[in-house]
């Protein structure tokens, strides 16, 4: 992930492990949304209640198990591609020991309060130009 990407501390609970101790699949979605609320919040502050999202498609690839520790993952977060009605948010998932445990792309639809697509105004997209970052380099990508 590009060094620009801003960086979200977020602890771990003790409750996000399943039974055979490692952090579970659903926790770690979850770990990106935060990372994404937080992305959200620190780059547009009270203006962000305005902007109304959807949640399009994520894809997740798991690299390494992440273990519980009272220390927090550092998610990497930026915008890895800015589209016309829609963007993405880029993310890599360290644990304390600074090993990649999981990339993911999250696709967002912005929409108007009457539920309807429509484009990312100019105010929006110049905040999410200050935090664009590289393509999230998966292992593999499905052939189109």
Request: glycine fraction near 6%; charged fraction near 25%.
């Amino acid at each position: 992930m590009t060094t620009t990407a801003d960086v979200f501390e977020i602890p771990l609970r003790w409750g996000d492990m399943d039974a055979l101790a490692h952090v579970n699949n659903v926790q770690i979605a979850r770990l990106f949304e935060q990372a994404r609320v937080e992305a959200f919040h620190r780059w547009f502050g009270e203006q962000r209640r305005g902007i109304h999202l959807l949640v399009a498609r994520q894809e997740i690839e798991y690299r390494a198990i992440l273990h519980y520790s009272p220390e927090p993952v550092r998610i990497h977060c930026s915008i890895s591609n800015l589209g016309r009605s829609s963007f993405e948010f880029g993310y890599e998932l360290r644990d304390a020991k600074g090993t990649v445990c999981a990339l993911a792309e999250t696709t967002v639809v912005t929409m108007n309060s009457a539920g309807s697509t429509e484009p990312v105004s100019d105010a929006i997209r110049a905040i999410l130009d200050e935090h664009r970052g590289d393509p999230v380099e998966f292992r593999r990508r499905r052939a189109h």
